[in-house]
């Protein structure tokens, strides 16, 4: 036998060794997700002002001006310049006769102004307080309200912990039910779910002095997770 040929054989026989010791293995691959609710701790709001005139730079200084009154009025009350951020500005023409089939050309009437910001509120206390204020200093435009937390990382501990225990949990139900023995890990992943608001609203105080009424719920952490336990022999 030559050289070359025993060479031949012995990877001939090492990929079949490797083949059969690959269909030998048995696993169990199972999927869970694990999920916390959890009361909101921060609030996010999208507030703006527009207005309209005939002038662009009338309509653009009132939007300004009241703008600028609303930013003073959140750092009056506790907002942090890091949780306020201008989110669009914007300066568009009005035109009239633009549909028209009189075959009378459109012609700019008059411009409006627009100016949103986003805002963070870390204290939940203050959130209905502080939409009211904004709103009886020239907040006219409002693009939504979310609440959220400001650390889900607590969270996200407690929601892994009950995903891979559903997850073991399975294996052990499938390996009973096939009669064989459960053994250890072999792999495990995970994909971070988010945060989102529940179905389920909640009651949520705001103040009792007048603020505009909101409901902060509960808000749910999701974790999901993909495990894959050996056969025991």
Do not use: C, Y
């Amino acid at each position: 036998m030559t050289l070359k040929t025993f060479a031949f054989l012995a990877a001939m026989m090492a990929a079949t060794a490797a083949g059969m010791a690959h269909a030998e293995e048995r696993r169990i691959t199972v999927d869970a997700i694990g999920t916390v609710q959890v009361a909101p701790d921060m609030a996010t709001i999208t507030l703006g002002v527009t207005n309209q005139d005939a002038e662009a730079s009338v309509a653009m200084k009132a939007t300004s001006d009241a703008v600028a009154q609303v930013l003073s009025r959140l750092t009056d009350m506790g907002i942090e310049d890091r949780d306020v951020q201008t989110r669009d500005l914007s300066l568009s023409p009005v035109w009239s006769n633009r549909n028209q089939q009189n075959g009378e050309p459109p012609e700019i009437t008059g411009f409006v102004a627009s100016n949103r910001v986003f805002v963070r509120v870390r204290d939940l206390s203050q959130l209905g307080q502080i939409m009211d204020a904004v709103i009886q200093d020239g907040a006219n435009d409002f693009g939504g309200l979310s609440f959220g937390l400001q650390d889900t990382k607590p969270i996200e501990v407690q929601a892994r912990a009950k995903a891979v225990g559903e997850a073991t949990s399975k294996a052990e139900q499938l390996a009973q039910a096939a009669n064989v023995t459960l053994g250890p890990v072999q792999s495990i992943s995970e994909r971070t779910g988010g945060v989102r608001p529940m179905a389920e609203m909640r009651a949520f105080s705001v103040a009792d002095t007048g603020g505009v009424p909101v409901a902060g719920g509960e808000i749910t952490v999701s974790v999901s997770v993909s495990m894959e336990f050996e056969i025991s022999e």
